[in-house]
């Protein structure tokens, strides 16, 4: 059974930093793309940041820059490295293995002026 378990959100001031952590099980996580999502209300869940096995990355334009993910093989974690957070970046953020496909419950960070 997949398991997906973000951390790390909160509230911060426009500006500030956090990192998001999502720990995985039941998954052979070393051969298995992640990502990084985030939804506001009434929009569309949309990808971040992605991070293949062998750990290269990619972000979307929006937080390229601010953002770096990471991942942890041995530790089956990833990471999102998040700085000068702006209020646009508020949202539900979800960690997910791309195949199998599974999602974490999600994690809220609100950032605020």
């Known amino acids: 059974q997949v398991q997906l378990v973000e951390s790390g959100g909160g509230s911060v001031q426009v500006g500030g930093s956090l990192t998001l952590s999502c720990a995985a099980s039941?998954?052979?996580?070393?051969?298995?793309?992640m990502a990084w999502y985030r939804q506001t209300p009434g929009k569309h869940r949309g990808m971040v940041a992605w991070i293949s096995p062998g750990g290269s990355p990619s972000v979307i334009d929006a937080v390229k820059g601010r953002f770096t993910i990471t991942r942890d093989n041995a530790k089956k974690m990833i990471y999102l490295q998040m700085s000068d957070l702006n209020t646009e970046d508020t949202a539900v953020y979800y960690c997910?293995?791309?195949?199998?496909?599974?999602w974490g419950q999600g994690t809220q960070v609100t950032v605020s002026s």
């Open positions: 997910k293995s791309i195949a199998p496909e599974s």
């Open positions: 039941g998954i052979p996580f070393s051969g298995i793309d």
